[in-house]
């Protein structure tokens, strides 16, 4: 499967964005699906993902009630609306996908062996 990441930007303090990332290849079906950041200097954290079966999300404390992972099915594309963004959110933006993770391996991104090059998002004040 092949990822595309899209939809980053500059955004001030408080702003908005939405990223994507469009499965192309073969359907995101049965394959967790998740967002990780990197930014300079940082190890690549985990953001949010959805499990194999689609069925449940997670996030990152330091997201939770400000992003929201959603995807569409028939268009193959996950999403990755960012509320309320602060300055600490600039990093560069992967998505990852993965049909043999296990639940309790979702937040290692070296468990992910499909990855979209990365879209920076950076917050300014």
């Known amino acids: 499967v092949q990822l595309q990441a899209s939809g980053g930007g500059l955004v001030q303090v408080g702003g908005s964005l939405r990223l994507s990332c469009a499965a192309s290849?073969?359907?995101?079906?049965?394959?967790?699906m998740a967002w990780f950041r990197q930014a300079p200097g940082k190890e690549r954290e985990y953001v949010a993902g959805?499990?194999?079966?689609?069925?449940?999300?997670y996030y990152a404390d330091s997201v939770k009630n400000r992003f929201t992972i959603s995807r569409n099915n028939a268009k193959n594309t996950v999403y990755l609306q960012m509320n309320s963004l602060k300055p600490e959110d600039t990093a560069v933006y992967y998505c990852?996908?993965?049909?043999?993770?296990?639940?309790?391996?979702?937040?290692?991104?070296?468990?992910?062996?499909?990855w979209g090059k990365g879209t920076l998002v950076t917050v300014s004040s």
């Open positions: 990852a996908a993965d049909n043999r993770i296990i639940t309790s391996q979702l937040r290692n991104y070296v468990q992910y062996d499909y």
């Open positions: 959805f499990s194999r079966n689609g069925g449940s999300t």
């Open positions: 290849g073969r359907t995101f079906s049965g394959y967790a």
